[in-house]
C-alpha cells in the first residue's frame, strides 16, 4: 500500500507541533528537568476530586445534553458575570467542550469557509494555524513585538485585514510570551473592527491567571459582544488538565451551529468532568487565589534570574510561562534548545515553534515547583557561561 497516497494532502502537510521533538529526546534521558509542559503542578483542589468521586460513586455516569449539563452552562453564566459583567443565555449561549482546544477547533470550522482569512497574532498556541488549515481557511500571521511587550496594536491588525479576512483570534493571556491586553488596547481594536462583519475568538484560557493587573474580556468592550465568542476551560485556573472540559460562550446562531459540530464529533463532554467543573465554579476562587500568588513569586524569581544572566526578559503580566530573548548567544532557538538539553539537560521549548516571529526566544513554563525551577536556573547560568 502506498499510503502517501491515500492519507489527505491537507493533514500530512500539516507539521507536527515544534514542542514536541525537545520532550520525545528527553523521555529517552534520565536526570533532565523539563520546564516545558504548560500544565499546573498543583493536583485539583479536593473538593473537586471529592465531587468527582462522589459522582462516581451515585453512578452519574449517563451521556449529558451535548451542549453540556444545564446545571454547568449556568454556572458558566453567572461566573462569567461576576468576573466580567458578560450576560449569556445558558440555553441557547453556551456550550461545553472537550478541553478549550475542541472549543476553538468548533469555532473555526463554524466561521470558516475554502479561503477565509483569519489572522493570528504571534507567537501564540501552536494549535490555531493547523486547525485554520483543516478547516479550509488562510492564516493571516502578524508578528507582535518585544518592544510592545507582545501586545497586539490596532495598527498591525488595521494593515492585515483584506476582503478576505473573516476572522480575528485574539489569544490573551498569551501562550507563549505571557503578555496581556488591556481594557484601552482592546478598545482600539475593537475600533478598527467597527463596521466590519469580522468575528473574534477570544481564547482566554489564562484568564484567572493575570498579576497586578484585571483581565479583561474584549466582549465587554462596546461594540464587541455580538461578534466575540470567549474560549474559556477549567485546565489552567482549576488546575484540571487531565479533565478535558472548556467552554464557549457567544452569540446564539453560532454556539449553535458549534454544538451541531460537536454532537456529530464528540456527542457530549465527559460527565463526570461536568458536575466536577459545577464544584470548582461554586467553591474554587480560594483556590484559584492559592495557586495565582505561587505563580507570581515564581513569575519574579525567573524573570529576575534570566535577566541577570543577560537574557534579557520583558516582565509577563499573565499565563505561567517567560520568554526570554536568547539573540546574545548568536545561537538559533532550536540550536539553543538542542545544546542546552544535552549538555545540562534541560528542555525548554524553542519560540518558533509558537510561530516565525518566535525565532530568537525560548519558552518556559514556570507551571513547577520553586526548587525545580532554581536547580533548572543553576544549569542554564552553566550553560550560558559556557557559550
Not at 97 to 107: M, Y
Not at 112 to 141: H, K, M, Q, R, W
Not at 206 to 221: M, N, Q, R
Not at 301 to 327: H, Q, R, T, W
Amino acid at each position: 500500500m502506498d499510503y502517501n497516497k491515500i492519507l489527505s494532502k491537507k493533514i500530512t502537510q500539516i507539521k507536527p507541533s515544534g514542542i514536541r521533538k525537545f520532550f520525545d529526546i528527553a523521555e529517552q534521558m534520565s536526570g533532565v528537568i523539563s520546564l516545558g509542559v504548560g500544565e499546573p503542578d498543583f493536583k485539583t483542589p479536593y473538593n473537586i476530586r471529592q465531587e468527582a468521586i462522589s459522582v462516581l460513586e451515585a453512578g452519574r455516569t449517563k451521556y449529558t445534553s451535548n451542549a453540556g449539563l444545564i446545571e454547568l452552562r449556568k454556572e458558566i453564566c453567572k461566573y462569567l458575570e461576576r468576573k466580567n459583567n458578560l450576560k449569556y443565555d445558558p440555553a441557547h449561549q453556551v456550550v461545553v467542550t472537550v478541553g478549550g482546544s475542541e472549543a476553538i477547533d468548533l469555532c473555526v470550522r463554524a466561521i470558516i469557509g475554502n479561503g477565509d482569512e483569519v489572522i493570528i497574532p504571534e507567537p501564540s498556541f501552536v494549535c490555531y494555524s493547523p486547525i485554520v488549515t483543516l478547516a479550509g481557511g488562510v492564516s493571516v500571521p502578524i508578528r507582535m513585538k518585544a518592544e510592545n511587550e507582545f501586545r497586539l496594536t490596532a495598527e498591525e491588525l488595521k494593515e492585515k485585514i483584506t476582503d478576505k479576512t473573516k476572522l480575528l483570534i485574539l489569544p490573551f493571556p498569551n501562550n507563549p510570551t505571557g503578555a496581556i491586553m488591556e481594557k484601552e488596547d482592546l478598545e482600539k481594536i475593537a475600533k478598527v473592527l467597527e463596521g466590519t462583519d469580522i468575528m473574534v475568538l477570544s481564547d482566554e484560557i489564562y484568564s484567572e491567571l493575570t498579576y497586578g493587573k484585571k483581565h479583561v474580556s474584549i466582549a465587554e468592550i462596546d461594540g464587541m459582544y455580538e461578534r466575540t465568542i470567549v474560549i474559556n476551560g477549567f485546565s489552567k485556573a482549576f488546575a484540571m488538565t487531565g479533565w478535558r472540559l472548556g467552554f464557549a460562550v457567544g452569540a446564539a446562531p453560532i454556539i449553535e451551529q458549534m454544538t451541531k459540530i460537536h454532537q456529530f464529533g464528540i456527542m457530549s463532554s465527559p460527565t463526570v468532568s461536568q458536575y466536577a467543573a459545577i464544584e470548582a465554579l461554586r467553591n474554587g476562587e480560594e483556590s484559584i487565589v492559592s495557586m495565582r500568588k505561587e505563580y507570581d513569586m515564581r513569575r519574579r524569581y525567573l524573570v529576575d534570574a534570566f535577566n541577570k544572566m543577560g537574557l534579557e526578559c520583558f516582565e509577563p503580566l499573565g499565563a505561567f510561562y517567560i520568554f526570554p530573548s536568547i539573540k546574545s548567544t548568536k545561537l538559533s532557538s532550536n540550536d539553543f534548545c538542542e545544546k542546552l538539553l544535552y549538555s545540562q539537560k534541560v528542555a525548554v521549548v524553542p519560540g518558533d515553534a509558537f510561530g516565525e516571529s518566535g525565532e530568537g526566544h525560548i519558552r518556559i513554563s514556570y507551571a513547577y515547583s520553586i526548587n525545580h525551577l532554581m536547580e533548572a536556573v543553576k544549569r542554564i547560568d552553566r550553560f550560558i557561561n559556557s557559550l
